[in-house]
């Protein structure tokens, strides 16, 4: 099924990568650090730096929690990072300090952190295992807000006025951040399996709608505005499946574990339990490339703030069972440049 090598399309290996499964990686909005929250406790930083044509990667700090991080984002001014862990807590991390300190904590895993800066109030939107999305003043002991879901929360995006989440059970919760959080809208997207993961995408600015996927190889485009002239913007597609030439044998199917989109064009990004990335134009419903498959799974992925770097993460995603886990198989953490290959297509 895989093939043989680790780096297949030759981008470049990040330093020190974590020692097991990689669950969550982000760039700073502000520079080009970038952190990895892990299975072995840890949320790790790294510098990545462009010299001439070739990258590097500066393993900068890491601290520890007491369970597996399953998520990080950063604050606006890329000072602080936030990880969400097993060990039920977040703790946020002060790079100018060094200091980690809880500032949030839930009754089950964390599964997800993204900061909101609002207008007129900032603040850190968790979401867990234990049915809830709360907000936080990271300077108080209890939460600002807490909004009760009716499932587990699986993945969570933030993009001012708009958050969104999705749930055990196919839910997409749509929230309205202005003045303070509020509950828009609860819809089931047209995608029949397990959601994975999800990301907002802009158009002029402002959040226009988001893609969602799911375990079954296959992603959803849906706008916010579902008036009949959007209708055409709203669809799913296929990805992440074997290529079949004989339609009487079956094909392979795999989870879509991360979608992303490009902060600059709007295309977007997806990765898959069968190695692979793939750059796709919505507008044009086009697939713009597909990476050389990998030795494993990839579990996560993100663009840095400029858009000429993707990062993604090659480690086991459990998809097939334990019986398929290899402890000595090694984990990365990869970054391409990117600049020119999420340009969309001319029309």
């Given at each position: 099924?895989?093939?043989?090598?680790?780096?297949?399309?030759?981008?470049?290996?990040?330093?020190?990568?974590?020692?097991?499964?990689?669950?969550?990686?982000?760039?700073?909005?502000?520079?080009?650090?970038?952190?990895?929250?892990?299975?072995?406790?840890?949320?790790?930083?790294?510098?990545?730096?462009?010299?001439?044509?070739?990258?590097?990667?500066?393993?900068?700090?890491?601290?520890?929690?007491?369970?597996?991080?399953?998520?990080?984002?950063?604050?606006?001014?890329?000072?602080?990072?936030?990880?969400?862990?097993?060990?039920?807590?977040?703790?946020?991390?002060?790079?100018?300090?060094?200091?980690?300190?809880?500032?949030?904590?839930?009754?089950?895993?964390?599964?997800?952190?993204?900061?909101?800066?609002?207008?007129?109030?900032?603040?850190?939107?968790?979401?867990?295992?234990?049915?809830t999305l709360k907000?936080?003043?990271?300077?108080?002991?209890?939460?600002?807000?807490?909004?009760?879901?009716?499932?587990?929360?699986?993945?969570?995006?933030?993009?001012?006025?708009?958050?969104?989440?999705?749930?055990?059970?196919?839910?997409?919760?749509?929230?309205?951040?202005?003045?303070?959080?509020?509950?828009?809208?609860?819809?089931?997207?047209?995608?029949?399996?397990?959601?994975?993961?999800?990301?907002?995408?802009?158009?002029?600015?402002?959040?226009?709608?988001?893609?969602?996927?799911?375990?079954?190889?296959?992603?959803?485009?849906?706008?916010?505005?579902?008036?009949?002239?959007?209708?055409?913007?709203?669809?799913?597609?296929?990805?992440?499946?074997?290529?079949?030439?004989?339609?009487?044998?079956?094909?392979?199917?795999?989870?879509?574990?991360?979608?992303?989109?490009?902060?600059?064009?709007?295309?977007?990004?997806?990765?898959?339990?069968?190695?692979?990335?793939?750059?796709?134009?919505?507008?044009?419903r086009t697939k713009?490339?597909?990476?050389?498959?990998?030795?494993?799974?990839?579990?996560?992925?993100?663009?840095?703030?400029?858009?000429?770097?993707?990062?993604?993460?090659?480690?086991?995603?459990?998809?097939?069972?334990?019986?398929?886990?290899?402890?000595?198989?090694?984990?990365?953490?990869?970054?391409?440049?990117?600049?020119?290959?999420?340009?969309?297509?001319?029309?």
């Open positions: 099924m895989f093939s043989t090598a680790h780096n297949p399309n030759k981008d470049h290996e990040v330093s020190q990568p974590p020692n097991d499964s990689i669950s969550s990686l982000s760039f700073s909005p502000a520079a080009d650090f970038l952190v990895a929250g892990s299975w072995d406790n840890c949320v790790r930083c790294w510098e990545v730096k462009q010299s001439g044509t070739t990258l590097q990667s500066e393993p900068k700090a890491e601290q520890q929690q007491a369970g597996p991080v399953m998520c990080c984002c950063w604050s606006a001014d890329g000072t602080k990072v936030f990880s969400g862990s097993c060990d039920k807590s977040v703790k946020m991390w002060d790079l100018n300090s060094n200091s980690f300190t809880q500032v949030a904590a839930h009754d089950a895993p964390v599964k997800t952190v993204n900061w909101v800066q609002a207008p007129n109030y900032q603040c850190l939107m968790t979401g867990s295992w234990d049915k907000f936080w003043d990271t300077r108080q002991a209890q939460p600002m807000m807490t909004i009760n879901c009716e499932e587990r929360v699986y993945a969570s995006d933030v993009v001012y006025p708009v958050a969104v989440s999705i749930l055990a059970g196919r839910k997409v919760k749509i929230l309205n951040l202005e003045n303070q959080p509020t509950v828009h809208n609860t819809m089931e997207p047209p995608l029949r399996y397990q959601l994975r993961d999800i990301s907002i995408f802009k158009k002029e600015g402002k959040p226009a709608g988001f893609g969602v996927c799911s375990i079954e190889g296959r992603a959803a485009i849906e706008p916010f505005d579902n008036t009949a002239a959007n209708s055409k913007d709203k669809f799913t597609f296929k990805c992440h499946r074997s290529i079949v030439s004989d339609h009487h044998k079956p094909q392979d199917i795999y989870a879509v574990n991360g979608i992303k989109f490009h902060p600059i064009h709007g295309t977007l990004a997806t990765i898959g339990s069968d190695g692979k990335f793939s750059f796709w134009d919505k507008d044009a713009l490339k597909t990476g050389e498959q990998l030795d494993n799974t990839i579990t996560c992925c993100d663009f840095n703030h400029t858009g000429t770097f993707f990062a993604y993460a090659s480690s086991y995603d459990w998809s097939k069972g334990h019986e398929f886990y290899n402890p000595q198989q090694k984990n990365y953490i990869f970054v391409r440049q990117v600049k020119d290959e999420l340009k969309p297509r001319k029309k």
